[in-house]
């Protein structure tokens, strides 16, 4: 079946512009994650949705980050004001229930010029 | 905080030859473990994954061993292939943090032919 998609694949914006990330989760999986990845770095967690409870967002780095689930499917991650510091590569991933394994998207390379 | 590290950035081996990639943990409190692999311009791909109540599970050629004693977790793949070549992740999952992973730097194997 699908995986997790991700759009845009690339997206090139100037500083101080805002940005929408979207991802695309598998049919039926009720948990949502999103991560930041730095050049040549590991994953960094930025936020989590499961079903309908809050969202946990303590990995979110300023204000200026939000994500929302809409339907408990499809999510965004807007992030205002971008900074060169944003640049990085942002995945989604999803999993079936909390305990069980997250699959992850390919990933939105951000570049802020 | 506490978190997920490894021991080598970089690991080269022969093709055939049997790979070994380490990772130490310091949170006592990880219940969950698990091995991703990311390949250039991917997102990362589960390969295998530990609960705290074992301490060796076996995949298809890979095998990861859990040292709880020593706090030491390793990803062992066998007749290592050029298709092995890409960044290896561990990361854990404290079973006080709801499913957040918490994510090593990576350990990039390099297959020589």
Redesign the interface.
């Known amino acids: 079946g699908a995986g997790?998609s991700q759009s845009p694949s690339n997206k090139v914006t100037e500083k101080g512009k805002d940005v929408e990330l979207r991802c695309d989760p598998i049919s039926g999986h009720t948990?949502l994650?999103w991560?930041r990845q730095s050049l040549g770095?590991?994953?960094?967690?930025l936020i989590?949705f499961?079903g309908n409870s809050a969202p946990?967002k303590?990995?979110l780095p300023s204000d200026r980050f939000s994500a929302e689930r809409t339907g408990g499917s499809v999510s965004t991650l807007t992030i205002q004001r971008t900074q060169q510091e944003d640049s990085a590569v942002y995945?989604c991933?999803s999993?079936f229930k909390?305990?069980h394994?997250?699959?992850?998207?390919?990933?939105t390379r951000l570049t802020v010029t | 905080g506490e978190s997920v590290g490894l021991h080598l950035p970089t690991l080269s081996v022969q093709e055939g030859d049997n790979s070994i990639i380490n990772c130490a943990y310091s949170n006592s409190a990880s219940d969950y473990f698990i091995w991703y692999k990311q390949e250039s311009g991917k997102g990362p791909q589960f390969i295998i994954d530990i609960r705290s109540n074992m301490d060796k599970r076996q995949g298809q050629r890979v095998t990861v061993l859990l040292n709880k004693t020593v706090k030491h977790l390793s990803l062992q793949i066998a007749a290592t292939q050029p298709g092995d070549s890409a960044v290896y992740f561990c990361a854990d999952r404290p079973n006080n943090a709801g499913n957040m992973l918490t994510f090593g730097g990576g350990t990039r194997l390099m297959v020589k032919p």
């Open positions: 997790v948990a994650y991560y770095q590991g994953l960094e967690f989590y499961q946990d303590s990995g995945l991933a999993s909390p305990s394994e997250q699959y992850f998207g390919p990933g």
